[in-house]
C-alpha cells in the first residue's frame, strides 16, 4: 500500500484571493470550479462528476447555510448530490479527506472537492466573533477568547519554553509576504520587513497585526478521480499518496502541551506512513500559518526539525523559495489570505501548480514529493495530505 | 437528590463561590467542567470534588482585538491556570499590571456576578488574581 497513490488531481482552481467587492461566496465558487472545468477540457463536469464536497466554516457571514446545494446550484452542477464539511479553518482539508473516502469507497469515480468564504464584507469584531465560534464557549469563549488569543497562548508557552522570539516570528511573515508577492491570485502582494512585522500593533500580545493571517474572500477547488482513470482527463496527474485526520479537545486548556498540536502529529504521522516518504523527502509544503507561531509550531509537528527548533529553522531561511524545504510557496493565509473553508483546498491548488510545473515566478524546480497541513480550530481538527507528481 | 454532572451546574457552584469538578469513581480522572462521560474511561460514575482555586500559571495572552461582547474590557490578559491537583483551567487575570504577569506566577481564583448584558447564558464569573502577599 505505502506510495500507492490513493487518488488522482486531475485538475484545480482558485478565485482571486481578497477583498472581493460585489460577489457573494456563491460566485467566488463559480469562479473556482470555471478554472477547473477550463483546465480539464476532457471532463464533462455534467456528465462526470459524481459528488460535491464544500468545505465552509460560516453562515453567520453572508446568512447563507446550506453550502453545498448553494455551491452546486452556482458551479451549475444541479442535481448533484453534495454536501457541506463544517470543520472550522480545516473544512476543505477535510472536505478532501470525503472526497478521498467516497473515491475509494467505489461509489464514485470523479468528484469535485472545495470550500469557500465571503469574510470582508463584516467588520472586524463581528470576524473575531465569528471565528471564535469555532473554539470552546463555555470556558474559553466565556473569557473572551479569539483566534489570535488562543495562539497567542501557544506562542508564550513556545517561548517560554524554548527560547523563541518574537523576531523568529516576524521571519515567517516576511517571507510568506513575500512569495505572496509572486502569486497573482494573492490577497496581499507586498513585501514587507522586519522592522514593519516587529513594530505593527498588538492584536493578542505576543502576536501583532503581521503575526496573524488575512480576513479574505475566496473559494478553490479541486477534482479527483481513481488513478487509473486520471490518464482520461489528462497527461499530468498529481496523485494523492498519502492522508491524515485528526481531533484534539476543543479547549486549547485541557491540552497536555501547547507548544505542538497533538492532531497535526498524529495526522502527520498517518499521512507519511500511507504515503511511504520521510518529512527530509518532502520538496514542497503548504502549512496552516494563520499565525506565524503556527508557522514555526508546524516545521516541529511535520518532522522538518525537532520540537523547539522551529523559530530557528524559520530564521535560517530553509523555508525559503531557496532553502531546502520551501514552505507555503503560495503565500500562505499570511498572505495569499485565508477564506478559511477554502483554505484546505487552495493549499491543494498550490501543490498541484507546483508538483506539474505550473507555479509561475515562485516554482520550486523540479518539485515532486508535496504536503499540506490544514488545521481547524487551535488545533482541533488537523488534515496532512501528501502529494506524488504523476 | 445529586447535582448532575453539567457545565451549568459548574457555574451554579461558581455563583457560590465553589470551584468544582466532577471526578471519575472509576478511573479518579477529575474533569473540570464536570462530564457525564469520562473521556478517559467512559465511566458514567462520578463524584462533585471542591477544588482549591489557587494554581501556577501555565501560559497566558493579552487581547487587545477582543470580540464585541468584550470590547469595552479590553486589553485583559487571559492564562490557563494549573491547579494544585493537576487539573487546568482558563481565565481572565486581573489586579496586577500586564507587564508584571509571568509564566509560573501563582495565582488565586476570585469570583464576580458579573454578566456582559449581552444575549449570553447569565453566568456568574471567575477570575484569577495574584495570590496576596
Known amino acids: 500500500m ?103 469507497s467505489g461509489l464514485c469515480d470523479v468528484v469535485m472537492v472545495g470550500g469557500v468564504e465571503k469574510m470582508t464584507h463584516r467588520s472586524t469584531p463581528e470576524v473575531t466573533e465569528f471565528l471564535a465560534m469555532a473554539s470552546d464557549f463555555p470556558f474559553e469563549q466565556w473569557n473572551g477568547m479569539t483566534f489570535p ?165 524559520a530564521e535560517s531561511g530553509e523555508t525559503s523559495l531557496k532553502g531546502n524545504i520551501p514552505v507555503n510557496t503560495s503565500g500562505g493565509l499570511k498572505a495569499k489570505g485565508h477564506p478559511v473553508g477554502a483554505t484546505g483546498t487552495a493549499q491543494a491548488y498550490e501543490i498541484y501548480l507546483q508538483l506539474t510545473g505550473q507555479a509561475g515566478r515562485r516554482q520550486v524546480a523540479d518539485a515532486e514529493i508535496g504536503l499540506s497541513h490544514n488545521v481547524g480550530g487551535a488545533g482541533v481538527t488537523a488534515t496532512v495530505h501528501i502529494y506524488r507528481r504523476g | 437528590m445529586q447535582q448532575p454532572f453539567t457545565i451549568e451546574q459548574f457555574y451554579r457552584n461558581i455563583a457560590q463561590k465553589k470551584l468544582t469538578g466532577g471526578k471519575c469513581l472509576k478511573c479518579g480522572k477529575i474533569h473540570v467542567p464536570p462530564r457525564s462521560l469520562c473521556d478517559s474511561c467512559l465511566s458514567k460514575e462520578f463524584e462533585w470534588v471542591e477544588l482549591a482555586g489557587t494554581g501556577k500559571l501555565l501560559t497566558y495572552t493579552v487581547i487587545h482585538v477582543a470580540p464585541p461582547q468584550f470590547q469595552s474590557m479590553a486589553p485583559y490578559a487571559v492564562g490557563i491556570i494549573q491547579l494544585e491537583n493537576g487539573v487546568k483551567i482558563p481565565g481572565i487575570i486581573r489586579e496586577v499590571p500586564f507587564e508584571q504577569i509571568r509564566v509560573g506566577m501563582q495565582l488565586t481564583i476570585d469570583y464576580e456576578a458579573a454578566s456582559t448584558g449581552h444575549q449570553w447564558p447569565q453566568w456568574p464569573r471567575y477570575y484569577f488574581k495574584p495570590v496576596p502577599a
Open chain 1, 149 to 313: 488569543g488562543l495562539y497567542a497562548w501557544m506562542a508564550t508557552a513556545h517561548m517560554h519554553k524554548y527560547g523563541t522570539t518574537e523576531t523568529q516570528l516576524a521571519h515567517v511573515a516576511v517571507k510568506n509576504h513575500y512569495n505572496g508577492s509572486l502569486n497573482p491570485k494573492a490577497h496581499m502582494q507586498k513585501e514587507i520587513t522586519l522592522e514593519q512585522a516587529l513594530t505593527s500593533r498588538v492584536i493578542a500580545w505576543p502576536l501583532k497585526l503581521f503575526d496573524c493571517s488575512l480576513i479574505t474572500d475566496g473559494a478553490s477547488c479541486v477534482i479527483l478521480t481513481r488513478p487509473e482513470l486520471a490518464r482520461k482527463y489528462t497527461d499530468t496527474p498529481v496523485h494523492i499518496i498519502g492522508s491524515g485526520h485528526a481531533c484534539d479537545t476543543i479547549g486549547v486548556y485541557e491540552r497536555e502541551e501547547f507548544t505542538s498540536i497533538r492532531a497535526a502529529r498524529i495526522a502527520a504521522r498517518e499521512a507519511y506512513e500511507m504515503a511511504g516518504v520521510e518529512p527530509g523527502d518532502v520538496d514542497v509544503a503548504e502549512v496552516h500559518d494563520c499565525f506565524t507561531i503556527a508557522e514555526i509550531i508546524a516545521y516541529e509537528d511535520l518532522g522538518f526539525c525537532n520540537p523547539g527548533e522551529g523559530g530557528r529553522l
Open chain 1, 2 to 104: 505505502r506510495g500507492k497513490p490513493l487518488v488522482s488531481i486531475v485538475s484545480a482552481g482558485l478565485s482571486k484571493f481578497g477583498k472581493i467587492e460585489g460577489m457573494y461566496g456563491r460566485e467566488l465558487f463559480a469562479e473556482a470550479a470555471k478554472e477547473a472545468f477550463e483546465r480539464c477540457p476532457n471532463l464533462d463536469p455534467k456528465r462526470d462528476l459524481d459528488a460535491l464536497f464544500v468545505g465552509h466554516m460560516g453562515e453567520s457571514y453572508e446568512h447563507q447555510g446550506h453550502t453545498g446545494a448553494v455551491a452546486a446550484d452556482w458551479a451549475g452542477l444541479i442535481p448533484i448530490p453534495a454536501a457541506r464539511v463544517e470543520a472550522a479553518c480545516s473544512s476543505s482539508g477535510v472536505a478532501l479527506r470525503m472526497g478521498i473516502y467516497s473515491v475509494l
